[in-house]
């Protein structure tokens, strides 16, 4: 019979990572405690680590996003301003 393939949170994977740099355990500790492979959590481990500066960099990501977001609306509503002063303008 074939065996599907799991799939795991991603609380689960951070989890299960975090307790790997805790280094409290041995990583076939690990394994045998969460039934994942020991390089599934050296894979997830290193991502960790790759991807922990992003966590803090967020708030900044967002605050531009948002920044843009608000300058596209306005220009959105000055067109719409205009589009309708034109409309009332030719119509007549």
């Known amino acids: ?18 307790e790997a740099l805790k280094e409290r355990s041995t990583l076939q500790e690990l394994s045998a405690k969460y039934e994942v492979h020991p390089n599934q959590i050296t ?3 290193k991502e ?16 531009q996003d948002e920044k843009e977001k608000s300058t596209l609306y306005n220009k959105i509503g000055k067109m719409q301003v205009e589009i ?9």
């Open 1 to 18: 019979m074939k065996r599907s393939r799991r799939k795991f949170s991603s609380k689960f994977k951070s989890k299960v990572a975090l």
């Open 48 to 63: 960790l680590m790759v991807k922990a500066s992003i966590a803090f960099e967020s708030s900044n990501i967002e605050s």
């Open 43 to 45: 894979t997830w481990k």
């Open 84 to 92: 309708d002063f034109l409309k009332d303008v030719l119509g007549k």
